[in-house]
């Protein structure tokens, strides 16, 4: 798998899950990107109201390979 990757950083939100979230985050990215191959989940954070949690965010980091680098 060599060849040259560029990361962008993303964050996710899910009223669910932080996996949704993550899911969410790579979903979108995949909408107007290509060659999406990696992630990492950068940071974890969570929206309380009213004693419950209203929301899972997720920061990720994608990783995507440049095109024309296959070597």
Same mark, same amino acid.
């Given at each position: ?7 962008? $950083?993303?964050? =996710?939100?899910? *009223? ?9 985050? &790579? /979903? ?14 950068? $940071?974890?954070? =969570?929206?309380? *109201? ?9 920061? &990720? /980091? ?10």
């Amino acid at each position: 798998m060599s060849g040259v990757f560029k990361s962008i $950083e993303m964050v =996710g939100t899910s *009223s669910e899950s932080f996996e949704d979230a993550t899911r969410a985050a &790579v /979903k979108r990215a995949g909408e107007s990107m290509r060659n999406l191959e990696w992630l990492e989940v950068v $940071e974890q954070r =969570g929206y309380i *109201s009213g004693g419950d949690i209203r929301e899972y965010q997720v920061k &990720v /980091k994608l990783w995507f390979k440049l095109e024309g680098n296959d070597e």
